[in-house]
């Protein structure tokens, strides 16, 4: 990804964080265009040699066949450790900034995050179901564990493994049964971002 959007000078060097990445997008380079859309798929972590390893390993087979929810892979031969992001997080930041990317601004949330800021809560943040009527919850970090929200009602699935996973699906069924399979203004049927189809 670096030689796609990185002119040579930048690649060579090791980029640490995102503060640099989005010096060098204000810059006008040709080859810049696109790189403020990858830079809140990258804030998941400080480590950004790191971050971009994992998720092509994620990526890489199927089925994300080497996801580690509790933990994350090998970085330079050292074994994960928790100033490293979980599997866990880098998935649910992902889909977190997608969904970002796809719904309108919100004047309330100026930096532009409606998904993040509105339906997506993470500890240690209070949750204050007078502001959200349902939202996908992160109650802990270390061991990744997801609910979600509904009015003064949690809504709790297993532990473990499959929890994050299971936490989505019951997302999009609860948007699907009780938000007519809308996610505030954005359609996540066919005609919109196509998403319910998972649970079909």
């Not at 503060?19 to 403020?36: D, F, G, Q, R, T």
């Not at 390993?57 to 929810?69: T, Y």
């Not at 969904?99 to 993470?122: A, C, I, K, W």
Request: aromatic share 12%; charged share 20%; with cysteine.
């Amino acid at each position: 990804w670096k030689r796609l959007f990185l002119p040579k000078q930048w690649y060579q060097r090791r980029v640490r964080g995102t503060a640099v990445l989005s010096k060098i997008s204000s810059n006008k380079h040709e080859h810049m265009a696109n790189i403020a859309l990858l830079l809140p798929y990258l804030e998941v972590s400080v480590n950004q040699e790191y971050l971009v390893k994992r998720i092509q390993e994620l990526a890489s087979g199927s089925c994300l066949g080497c996801f580690r929810w509790e933990s994350g892979g090998k970085h330079k031969n050292s074994p994960w450790n928790k100033e490293l992001p979980t599997d866990s997080q880098i998935v649910v930041q992902s889909i977190a900034t997608y969904l970002d990317s796809h719904l309108p601004r919100n004047p309330m949330f100026p930096e532009g995050r409606t998904f993040t800021t509105q339906y997506f809560v993470q500890t240690p943040s209070k949750v204050d179901n007078k502001k959200r009527e349902y939202a996908f919850y992160q109650s802990s970090i270390h061991p990744p564990h997801f609910k979600l929200l509904v009015g003064d009602e949690v809504w709790e699935v297993s532990k473990g493994r499959n929890n994050l996973f299971h936490s989505l699906l019951l997302f999009l069924y609860y948007l699907r049964e009780h938000q007519h399979g809308m996610l505030g203004p954005v359609n996540l049927g066919p005609t919109g971002l196509n998403m319910l189809w998972i649970i079909s």
